[in-house]
């Protein structure tokens, strides 16, 4: 026999071997018996190949139609599902035909004709489905008909909040770049902030007049003129945490005008301020003309959050997301690190004056009678759900929308206090002008999944079930709901369900809730629950891991409690819907989100055992990886569920950006987002450019030009999708990818529109930069 032809049924073995052994594991577990069944009839084709006997050409033919069949029976012919399971059989094939030559003279010219036309066929099946992959799958388009056009306007308007406004929609009511002259967009000029680490640039900047305000991930702000990208001012506070450096945004405040007098002569400093919080906790307020500090702002421009909080380890307690300016307050909450022990410091959510920094207001919702600084040698209470995204301000009803994190550690509930199990992962509104409370809302009951809210809350104007318009709050979870509250009651305005979940834990003392709330009258923004057939992998060899593993897990849908033994979360602490918050078209009522759809392992691991599992797994300190939990009796780990290559075991799309019609209540449109063109088997660069959908990082953001902006893939693009259809209509390569979410304004000078990102390094790629970059047609 030739020496191709002996590794040709080397690799045929090898398969056979892999399904055998892993169909055998799998079969015993009560899985699917395709595996095993492959697995012995490739085994049986080099037997019979190898004694030359033509019936293990048969049978490798066989196994192609089988797993065909098998393919459909399973998931239809749903394109990712068919592809992970039809490419191995058909380059088995492929093989087995390369091997005619081995039966003469026992086939006859007859059968040898047929094999080839079978082994031809195989082949161009083979190459179809290959560069099938190069094509979108899984998309949902919308109807153009029912998109209204917006009225023409190059009205320059300033993006003066995180959100753009207080209201968070980012939305820009500019025509200027619309989806008929998108193609004509291109880079204008780009800052290098010269902060290439460590930390990751999510920031979104300002535009403030002529200065665009960016701020890297260690905190370096700069004041950029608006149509050349060059610096007026910088400023470093030089505040450097130790852990989890990123600044996502910065605030903006502007003292109301007053008539100069004599006696009151009009200020020349600091009637425009940029405000930052950073990774260590301080308030800062800035001369928005200079980047001086503003003397008569607390200590010398600098206010001390950490003021009140008791100890606070380096790199426990800071803020990572952008203030809110609501009228002259301040409102800030903080950043806990996540999950490493039992009292960290306090979710207190605090006010300060925008003109003097003192504390105006303090809401401690452990200790209400606290509202502004704890008595002398006391501390607000620690480890209350805390408020690490942005707020929103609705300065008609003066309340402040406050979404709640979770009480860590985050997956133990035992030690809990009934006030942390009944603000856990809520939506609060405060009075921006007292800090209390005037309602709440929960989105998890008794959360030990880490399924705080993340997003920064939408204000919008919607239809109720009669059709009158009501102010409502739109707010996204990591579980892919999307509830809608009225701005001034917090009552539903859609549906709620409470649905039965699973409620038991082998954990002592554990209490679940017996049931959650479902957003019934809202669409989800996830995929289903999980079954066996549901499980993915690029390959029949992967996927097949992945089902030992789902077998192997504990895995009860929703809510699946988590214990010491390995537990699947899906949707997973990663979301659902994450931090990036949504966008949201007011003329048209359309929520634009983009979400992630990988699921996670986590379990439980006693305190005695914890030390030898924190060395087998990396920490990043952020809840993801082993956290120590110390104070509790167990320590966990949560990680990514892949299988060894580094694929998902979930099928794509794993990111897709969808928009959410607030008037009728259902999904518009959907499309899967990014490629994997920088990303790949045990993480080597593909080149690839798939379209499956990758998770999606950042937030979106979209024009009165029809025109919705995101660059938060795993691929380094800059993208542009039609507002009414999903299409994607434009995408400009970047020099590293992104992570933080494109924001838009008109030049107040050159009446020019320009699209600005900052680009500083996709989620989880060893590529980083440090540009912010600027396009314009």
Excluded at 69 to 96: H, K, Q, Y
Excluded at 511 to 537: D, F
Excluded at 733 to 760: C, D, E, N
Aim: charge should be neutral.
């Amino acid at each position: 026999m030739k020496i191709i032809s002996k590794i040709l049924l080397f690799v045929i073995t090898l398969s056979g071997l892999f399904l055998a052994g892993g169909g055998g594991w799998l079969a015993i577990l009560g899985g699917s018996l395709y595996y095993l069944f492959a697995g012995v009839v490739y085994l049986l084709s080099v037997y019979f190949i190898f004694r030359r006997k033509k019936i293990g050409i048969y049978c490798i033919y066989f196994v192609l139609v089988f797993s065909i069949l098998w393919a459909i029976w399973e998931r239809g012919f749903l394109f990712w599902p068919f592809f992970s399971r039809s490419l191995v059989p058909l380059a088995l094939t492929i093989l087995a035909t390369c091997l005619l030559n081995e039966m003469r003279p026992l086939i006859g010219v007859k059968e040898k004709r047929m094999f080839i036309a079978g082994g031809l066929a195989a082949t161009m099946t083979f190459f179809s489905i290959f560069i099938g992959a190069f094509f979108p799958h899984d998309a949902q388009y919308g109807d153009a008909a029912v998109y209204k056009k917006h009225p023409e306007n190059n009205k320059s308007e300033n993006w003066y909040a995180y959100g753009r406004s207080t209201h968070g929609t980012r939305f820009s009511p500019f025509t200027q770049i619309n989806r008929e002259n998108i193609k004509s967009l291109h880079p204008v000029w780009q800052y290098r902030t010269g902060d290439l680490g460590p930390g990751i640039d999510q920031n979104t900047p300002l535009q403030i007049d002529h200065f665009l305000y960016s701020c890297s991930r260690n905190g370096v702000i700069a004041a950029l003129d608006v149509d050349t990208g060059k610096a007026t001012w910088t400023f470093d506070a030089n505040e450097r945490s130790p852990i989890w450096q990123r600044c996502r945004g910065l605030g903006y405040y502007e003292a109301p005008k007053v008539v100069e007098t004599q006696q009151q002569p009009e200020r020349s400093t600091c009637s425009e301020r940029i405000i930052q919080t950073t990774n260590t906790a301080k308030l800062i307020a800035l001369d928005a003309k200079t980047g001086l500090r503003c003397a008569g702002f607390g200590h010398n421009g600098t206010v001390d959050l950490k003021q009140g909080m008791g100890e606070v380890k380096p790199g426990f307690y800071f803020q990572t997301s952008a203030p809110l300016v609501a009228g002259n307050k301040i409102v800030v909450g903080g950043w806990v690190v996540d999950n490493q022990e039992v009292g960290e410091p306090s979710g207190v959510i605090r006010a300060f004056d925008a003109e003097t920094g003192e504390l105006a207001w303090a809401w401690d919702l452990g200790n209400p009678a606290i509202d502004r600084l704890p008595p002398p040698g006391k501390s607000y209470t620690r480890g209350t759900p805390n408020m690490w995204s942005t707020a929103a301000y609705d300065e008609k009803l003066g309340l402040v929308y406050i979404p709640l994190g979770n009480t860590t550690p985050d997956y133990y509930g035992v030690l809990r206090t009934e006030l942390e199990n009944k603000y856990n992962s809520s939506l609060v509104a405060l009075d921006v002008n007292t800090g209390k409370e005037r309602w709440h809302y929960q989105t998890v009951h008794r959360d030990i999944w880490d399924y705080d809210l993340p997003s920064q809350p939408a204000l919008v104007d919607v239809p109720d079930e009669k059709g009158n318009i009501v102010a409502a709050v739109m707010q996204t979870t990591k579980r892919g709901e999307i509830f809608l509250l009225n701005r001034e009651t917090g009552e539903p305005i859609t549906a709620v369900e409470e649905k039965a979940v699973p409620t038991k834990s082998t954990i002592p003392g554990e209490i679940l809730s017996p049931t959650q709330p479902y957003s019934v009258g809202m669409p989800s923004v996830r995929a289903g629950i999980l079954s066996e057939n549901k499980i993915w992998g690029a390959t029949l060899f992967d996927q097949l891991a992945c089902r030992i593993e789902f077998k192997q897990s504990v895995y009860q849908g929703d809510f699946t409690p988590i214990g010491l033994k390995k537990a699947i979360q899906y949707p997973s602490n990663l979301g659902g819907l994450n931090w990036g918050s949504v966008s949201v078209d007011t003329k048209n009522n359309i929520a634009y989100v983009n979400d992630v759809r990988v699921p996670v392992t986590y379990w439980l691991i006693k305190r005695n055992e914890y030390p030898e599992v924190e060395k087998k797994y990396h920490s990043d300190h952020t809840g993801h990886g082993p956290s120590a939990q110390t104070g509790t009796p167990y320590g966990m780990v949560t990680i990514v569920w892949t299988s060894a290559a580094g694929i998902p075991c979930v099928e794509p799309p794993f990111g897709t950006l969808t928009a959410v019609d607030l008037n009728s209540r259902k999904i518009a449109w959907q499309v899967p987002v990014g490629t994997t063109e920088e990303l790949g088997p045990f993480g080597i660069k593909s080149h690839l450019p798939m379209p499956m959908g990758l998770p999606t990082y950042a937030g979106n953001s979209t024009t009165a030009g029809g025109v919705v902006f995101f660059a938060g893939s795993q691929d380094y693009y800059l993208r542009a999708y039609d507002a009414a259809t999903g299409k994607e209509i434009w995408k400009y390569p970047l020099p590293v990818g992104a992570s933080a979410t494109p924001m838009t304004y008109i030049s107040p000078k050159t009446s020019k529109q320009y699209v600005v990102v900052s680009v500083g390094g996709a989620a989880h790629s060893q590529d980083i930069g440090d540009y912010v970059i600027a396009f314009s047609l």
